[in-house]
């Protein structure tokens, strides 16, 4: 087995690939209201119960980026950490969210290139109480001043 490929990030934090960050939450309605004033994302599905109801869902389902915030929250305060810039992302929403449900967010480090001063990074939501996935995918990130080279480590 070969020693684990490393990088600085930022604050000159080494990381290396299958480095993870976590965090979690309890999404409340006040989170849900507030993401309701800022995006104007006022779809019945996410506000009206009623509504929610006649579509088959037990409650109104929370809007599917705010439980991505947590991803951004990670990549810019953990993995890779300050100075770090979410350039893309592919996402499957797998599962709805409800207020009330505490979510743990999971980034894992898959590779990087020195040289492009780029990450890709899997990224996971799931509901802590069952371990169901709700947010399946993976992020592009432009590292912070990286250590010259030109290798890609996967």
Excluded at 34 to 46: M, Q, R, T
Excluded at 60 to 86: E, N, R, T
Excluded at 132 to 148: I, K, S, T
Aim: aromatic share 6%; hydrophobic share 40%; glycine share 8%.
């Amino acid at each position: 087995m070969k020693p684990a490929q490393t990088v600085e990030a930022a604050a000159g934090r080494e990381i290396c690939v299958g480095d993870t960050a976590t965090c979690q939450w309890t999404v409340t309605q006040a989170q849900v209201d507030a993401y309701v004033e800022l995006s104007g994302d006022d779809n019945p599905l996410h506000v009206d119960r009623q509504f929610a109801l006649d579509l088959g869902f037990p409650r109104p389902v929370v809007h599917g980026m705010l439980a991505l915030s947590a991803i951004s929250c990670l990549i810019g305060a953990q993995l890779p950490g300050p100075g770090s810039l979410w350039t893309s992302q592919e996402i499957k929403f797998v599962s709805p969210v409800f207020v009330g449900d505490t979510l743990e967010a999971q980034l894992t480090l898959e590779k990087y290139s020195r040289a492009a001063r780029l990450a890709v990074l899997k990224t996971t939501v799931r509901k802590q109480e069952t371990g169901q996935a709700v947010l399946l995918g993976r992020a592009r990130v432009m590292l912070p001043e990286l250590a010259e080279s030109s290798d890609i480590h996967e």
